[in-house]
C-alpha cells in the first residue's frame, strides 16, 4: 500500500494520476476536502481507500495504522507526505508547526519503523532571499535562513532530519514553484499561470507587480518555474529508487521572468499582450523574491533523467488541454 497525504491537492493529485499510469491503485488518500472543490480532482483517479487527515492522525497516534494498516492491504510500502499548510501569508505559527513540523514528524517516524519509503514535502521557501544560495546540500540546512513563518516550518523538519540521523533514509523534496491542472482550489497560492488565465479571460488584460529594486525591470522578476506533471514524475522517480537519500530540489533548473511567463499564457490563449504594473503591497515587499532557480546536479545525479518541460510547453499544455475545456489530470 501507498499513501499519499495531500492527495486531493495540486501535487498530490498528479502523483497519483503518474501511480495510476504506472499501473498503481492500492493508494490511501489522505487530505483535508473541507468547502473546497478538491474532491473535483480526486473524482478521475484510482485510489483503494480515501482518509479525512484528522481521522488518519487519529489512527495514526492510536497505533491502528500499524497494527492493520487497511482492510485487504499488502501492508505500507512507501508515504508520499504532500499534505500541509502550503500559505506564504500564514502567521499562526503554532498551527503551522502543528501541521508542517509536528506531523511530518510522525509520519517519518512511522514509516521508518515500517521499513517504508518516506518522501516528502520540503520547500523551496526555506532558502530565504537566497543570499545562501540554492544547493540542496543537507548540511548547509543550518545555514538557511527562511523570510516567512512557512518556510521556517518546513525547515524545521528538515533540520530535525538532519540532527536525528533520520535525513540519509528519507527523501524531503523542496519544490520551487509548481504549476498545472488541479491547482484551483489554493485560492491567492494559485500559479500566476491560472490567475492570469482568470484575468485575461474576464478583462483582456493581466496585472503584474511593480519592481521595486532597481536592479530588475517591471516584470523582470525571475523564478524557477516547473510544470506539475515534471514535478511527479520527479517526485515518482524516488519510490524505487531507495540509494538516494537526502534533501533533492525539484524545479526547472533556469529561470524565467513574469514577462515570460505572462507571454507564454497571452499566447495560449492567442490575445495580445496586455500587461499592466501595479505597485507591489508593502506588506510583502520586504520579504519578496526576486530570483529563485534550483540548482538540479543532485537530482540529476540520484538518476532523473527526464526532459523538464519549457515553460512555454507547459503553459500551452495547460491552458489549451485542462482550463479551457475545464478538465482535470486523468479526465
Not at 510522525?106 to 543570499?131: E, H, M, P, V
Amino acid at each position: 500500500m501507498i499513501i499519499v497525504t495531500g492527495g486531493a491537492g495540486l501535487i498530490g493529485s498528479a502523483v497519483i494520476n503518474k501511480l495510476n499510469q504506472l499501473g498503481r491503485e492500492d493508494i490511501l488518500v489522505v487530505d483535508h476536502l473541507g468547502h473546497s472543490d478538491k474532491w473535483r480532482n480526486l473524482a478521475p483517479l484510482r485510489f483503494m481507500d480515501y482518509m479525512e487527515k484528522d481521522d488518519f492522525e487519529a489512527q495514526l497516534d492510536g497505533g491502528s495504522l500499524k497494527r492493520q494498516p487497511l482492510h485487504g492491504s499488502s501492508g505500507l510500502e512507501a508515504i508520499f507526505h504532500l499534505g500541509a499548510c502550503s500559505a506564504t501569508t500564514e502567521l499562526d505559527a503554532t498551527y503551522l508547526i502543528r501541521n508542517n513540523f509536528e506531523y511530518t514528524r510522525k509520519l517519518a517516524l512511522t514509516a521508518l519503523d515500517a521499513n517504508a519509503r518516506f518522501i516528502y514535502a520540503s520547500s523551496a521557501a526555506t532558502y530565504g532571499d537566497g543570499l545562501n544560495g540554492f544547493k540542496d546540500d543537507d548540511e548547509q540546512l543550518p545555514q538557511l535562513r527562511p523570510m516567512n513563518m512557512y518556510g521556517y516550518s518546513k525547515q524545521l523538519f528538515d533540520l530535525w532530519a538532519l540532527r536525528h540521523k533520520v535525513l540519509d533514509k528519507i527523501v524531503g523534496l523542496k519544490y520551487f514553484n509548481v504549476f498545472g491542472p488541479n491547482e484551483h482550489h489554493k485560492g491567492d497560492m494559485r500559479s500566476l499561470v491560472l490567475k492570469a488565465y482568470e484575468q485575461i479571460l474576464a478583462t483582456g488584460q493581466l496585472k503584474l507587480f511593480k519592481s521595486h529594486r532597481p536592479d530588475y525591470t517591471d516584470g523582470e522578476q525571475v523564478r524557477d518555474f516547473i510544470y506539475v506533471k515534471d514535478a511527479a514524475a520527479a517526485t515518482i522517480h524516488f519510490l524505487d529508487n531507495r540509494q538516494a537519500n537526502g534533501i533533492f530540489n525539484i524545479g526547472g533548473g533556469n529561470t524565467v521572468s513574469w514577462n515570460r511567463l505572462a507571454s507564454a499564457v497571452f499566447n495560449a490563449m492567442d490575445r495580445p499582450m496586455n500587461i499592466e504594473y501595479i505597485d507591489m503591497p508593502e506588506a510583502i515587499r520586504n520579504t519578496y523574491q526576486y530570483h529563485t532557480c534550483a540548482e538540479t546536479a543532485k537530482v540529476r545525479a540520484a538518476g532523473f533523467t527526464s526532459e523538464i518541460t519549457s515553460v512555454e510547453e507547459a503553459v500551452a499544455d495547460y491552458v489549451r488541454n485542462y482550463l479551457v475545456p475545464g478538465k482535470r489530470l486523468g479526465d
